[in-house]
T-cell receptor, first 113, second 112 residues
Framework: DTAVSQTPKYLVTQMGNDKSIKCEQN?????MYWYKQDSKKFLKIMFS???????INETVPNRFSPKSPDKAHLNLHINSLELGDSAVYFC????????????FGPGTRLTVL | KQEVTQIPAALSVPEGENLVLNCSFT??????LQWFRQDPGKGLTSLLLIQSSQREQTSGRLNASLDKSSGRSTLYIAASQPGDSATYLCAVQGTNAGKSTFGDGTTLTVKP
């Protein structure tokens, strides 16, 4: 019954590695998002996809590359991880995007050593 | 650039009190405003969504209002309970590509 799920829940890795976080929603929504919540708990949007098309791409290092194989999935791949990438990454989805409630996943806590 | 501010940053009240959380935003060109709660180490749970054409939304003990012209929203919690303890975030979805901007949150503690 999980609406928006993310894997893994925790990710601990060494600096310089490449890692991926996966997100899936079973709500039939058209729009999916990636947010980053830093150590000060500030939540900031990174990317938004609507029907597999990128519609929001904030000022994020190009080491971060989202991929949407279908509208139920939005994965986040991070190359050459840096210490500053340590944060909690949240995936979210909404029906259409502009007027609809966003539903959040449980988050992935990334720690870069 | 949209900026969202939440006041107070932290609030501690005894059980049973009514309380108000405030959210202000600088750009009134919005589609909607959404209130979330976040429990420690958890994701965000949507509480209320107010469309830009609406003035308020109610759900149980929660009431959220929106004054788009003044760039303000309030979340009213009636008869607070210890289970209400969490961080409350407001998010404004702007008309610029539908981007959501979040406030820093208000951390609420309700003491038994």
């Amino acid at each position: 019954d999980t609406a928006v799920s993310q894997t893994p829940k925790y990710l601990v890795t060494q600096m310089g590695n490449d890692k991926s976080i996966k997100c899936e929603q079973n709500l039939g929504h058209d729009t999916m998002y990636w947010y980053k919540q830093d150590s000060k708990k500030f939540l900031k949007i990174m990317f938004s996809y609507n029907n597999k098309e990128l519609i929001i791409n904030e000022t994020v290092p190009n080491r971060f590359s989202p991929k949407s194989p279908d509208k139920a999935h939005l994965n986040l791949h991070i190359n050459s991880l840096e210490l500053g990438d340590s944060a909690v990454y949240f995936c979210a989805s909404s029906l259409q995007g502009r007027t609809d409630t966003q539903y959040f996943g449980p988050g992935t806590r990334l720690t870069v050593l | 650039k949209q900026e969202v501010t939440q006041i107070p940053a932290a609030l501690s009240v005894p059980e049973g009190e009514n309380l108000v959380l405030n959210c202000s935003f600088t750009d009134s060109a919005i589609y909607n405003l959404q209130w979330f709660r976040q429990d420690p180490g958890k994701g965000l749970t949507s509480l209320l969504l107010i469309q830009s054409s609406q003035r308020e939304q109610t759900s149980g003990r929660l009431n959220a209002s929106l004054d788009k012209s003044s760039g303000r929203s309030t979340l009213y919690i009636a008869a607070s309970q210890p289970g209400d303890s969490a961080t409350y975030l407001c998010a404004v979805q702007g008309t610029n590509a539908g981007k959501s901007t979040f406030g820093d949150g208000t951390t609420l503690t309700v003491k038994p």
